[in-house]
């Protein structure tokens, strides 16, 4: 059962345009929503996090929407550049304190010159 | 920000032999750390959670005599894959976060683990 779900699994976007990658889940009690970078044979870098108080969370290009009544996250990248070329990988967790967090299956973006 | 630091970056051994994977913390305490196993092109996978002091707490289907967590301090856990066999050749990833509330869980460069 996957509780975290990202169904565009590549995205392709043009240097300076905004990159929207997007993010489902069905466990009402995700309180706490992270979005992660990856690149082959590393861990995952902490790019951003959203708690449920919120609907919104802007960090420099990188923005967080939270809607909670659809249980959809979106992950904006504005404006795009190369170096942000990775896999992109939204995460959930039920309560604050070191919870477990699970995760979507990851999204590509290739961002092109 | 928060460093988390993974040891070994790879590893190549033979069938039936004990491999030991170390994940620390460097400039926090972290009561509690997570190792996530990812297989080619997929999501990354809880296997267990390790907690400082106590047993871990492994998820459904993962072998806890298979992967032993040990959680000694604040800053260390580690992570032994007994008796590895070809099919637990992998990606392992461990994360801490600091003991606050609401606080992103920061991931080592994980291990590839190759078992021939």
């Known amino acids: 059962d996957q509780q975290v779900k990202q169904n565009s699994p590549s995205l392709s976007v043009q240097e300076g345009r905004i990159s929207i990658l997007n993010c489902d889940y069905t466990?009402?009690?995700?309180?706490?929503f992270l979005w992660y970078k990856k690149y082959p044979a590393e861990g995952p870098t902490f790019l951003i996090s959203i708690s449920s108080i919120k609907d919104k969370n802007e960090d420099g290009r990188f923005t967080v929407f939270l809607n909670k009544s659809a249980k959809h996250l979106s992950l904006h990248i504005v404006p795009s550049q190369p170096g942000d070329s990775a896999v992109y990988f939204c995460a959930a967790s039920e309560a604050g304190t070191a919870s477990k967090l699970t995760f979507g299956t990851g999204t590509r973006l290739q961002v092109t010159l | 920000g928060a460093v988390v630091s993974q040891h070994p970056s790879r590893v190549i051994c033979k069938s039936g032999t004990s491999v030991k994977i170390e994940c620390r913390s460097l400039?926090?305490?972290?009561?509690?750390m997570f190792w996530y196993r990812q297989f080619p092109k997929q999501s990354l996978m809880l296997m267990a959670t390790s907690n400082e002091g106590s047993k871990a707490t492994y998820e459904q289907g993962v072998e806890k005599d298979k992967f032993l967590i040990n959680h000694a301090s604040l800053t260390l856990s580690t992570l032994t894959v007994t008796s590895a066999h070809p099919e637990d050749s992998s990606f392992y990833i461990c994360?801490?976060?600091?003991?606050?509330?609401?606080?992103?869980?920061?991931f080592g460069d994980g291990t590839r683990l190759s078992i021939l």
């Open positions: 400039d926090f305490q972290a009561t509690t």
């Open positions: 994360s801490a976060s600091q003991d606050r509330f609401n606080q992103p869980q920061h």
């Open positions: 466990n009402s009690m995700f309180d706490y």
